[in-house]
């Protein structure tokens, strides 16, 4: 019988991918209850109510719009995952959706925009963005490359991020606070759940 010890054990857990996985059931299952939110506009008091954040971030628009979002998020949530926590993938989802939602309702209130971020997606794009910049910065400290790999994946993500503002707005302020907030630790900060060696960011692919 082989035995494990803690510490393998704990580290064996750091690459389940809990967070993604939970969200992807809890939000599939409050669909098929039936349970949906698809605001029809925004008044200034939503900017304030914590109900409009949380049903724009587990309340689909239907099945489609559910399958879209999970076909993105699961790929990226999980190298997210490998690359750093559990809980960073978290932090970078809620930070993203609170971020972009504000942003969203912003541009409906004094533009007139018509969109409205539902279903995760502000959250999705969010995770893809940072995923790109924690993969860049990977590469630049496990295998020797320069700052340049992180600047060429920033690039790449403004030039999708313009043409992501004409096809839907929401999702653009998503990617944008993901690929920000996630450069912060890559280019010079670093998370208490993440190694760091010196001022670079060292992304936890080995626990």
Known sequence: MVKMGTGKLSEALGYVPFVVVGFAALTGWLHASGIEYYPEGYVF???????????????????AHYRGNM??????????????????????????????SVLVMGAFLTLGVPVFGV?????????????????????????????????????????????TVLLHMGHAFGL??????ESFYVLGGSDENMESVGDDYAPVVQR
């Open 45 to 63: 008091v939503d900017i304030f109510n914590p109900a409009v954040y949380v049903g724009s971030l587990f309340f689909h628009s239907d099945w």
């Open 71 to 100: 076909y993105a998020l699961m790929p990226f949530g999980v190298v997210l995952t490998w690359l750093t926590t559990n809980r960073h993938v978290l932090f970078v989802m809620v930070v993203s959706h609170v971020s972009a």
């Open 176 to 181: 944008l606070f993901g690929a920000v907030l």
């Open 119 to 163: 279903g995760s997606s502000l959250a999705v794009y969010g995770v893809m963005g940072a995923t790109l910049i924690a993969a860049a910065g990977a590469l630049r400290d496990t295998k020797g490359m320069s700052d340049t790999v992180v600047g060429v994946t920033l690039a790449f993500l403004t030039a999708f991020y313009l043409v």
